[in-house]
Nanobody, 127 residues
Framework: QVQPVESGGGLVQAGGSLRLSCVFS????????WGWFRQARGKEREFVGV????????YYADAVKGRFTISRDNDKNTVYLQMNSLRPEDTAVYYC????????????????????WGQGTQVTVSS
C-alpha cells in the first residue's frame, strides 16, 4: 500500500522556520485533499491545516494561522508545510494525510476524514 512520506523535521530555535515535505507516490495524488496534523507528547492528535484538491484553497487552525502555510505541487506529488515564527508549543510529531478524494469541500479537519497517513516527522522548537 502506498503511504505518504514526510521529511524536513528537526530542531529549531523559537522564532525560526522549517519546511516539511510530504511525498505520495500515487497517480491519484492530485485528486486528494491534504491535511497536516500534529501530536505533542501526551496529547491528542490535532488539526493544523488543509489544502483542497481543486484550486489549492487552504484552511488553518487558529493556533497556526498567519505563521504556517500549506502548498502543493501536483507535478512533484508533494505537499508542503512552511512553518515560520515557530514557538515551543509547536513541538510535536507532524503528520501529513490524504483524504477527501475529489471531495466537494476542502473543509476536512478530523483525522477520520483521511485515508492515508505518513509516519510522522518530529519538530522540536527550543526556547
Amino acid at each position: 500500500q502506498v503511504q505518504p512520506v514526510e521529511s524536513g523535521g528537526g530542531l529549531v530555535q523559537a522564532g525560526g522556520s522549517l519546511r516539511l515535505s510530504c511525498v505520495f507516490s500515487a497517480r491519484t495524488f492530485s485528486g486528494y485533499t491534504w491535511g497536516w496534523f500534529r501530536q505533542a507528547r501526551g496529547k491528542e492528535r490535532e488539526f493544523v491545516g488543509v489544502i483542497g484538491w481543486s484550486g489549492g484553497r487552504t484552511y488553518y487552525a487558529d493556533a497556526v494561522k498567519g505563521r504556517f502555510t500549506i502548498s502543493r505541487d501536483n507535478d512533484k506529488n508533494t505537499v508542503y508545510l512552511q512553518m515560520n515564527s515557530l514557538r515551543p508549543e509547536d513541538t510535536a510529531v507532524y503528520y501529513c494525510a490524504a483524504g477527501g478524494y475529489f471531495s466537494n469541500t476542502y473543509y476536512h479537519t478530523r483525522p477520520i476524514d483521511y485515508d492515508y497517513w505518513g509516519q510522522g516527522t518530529q519538530v522540536t522548537v527550543s526556547s
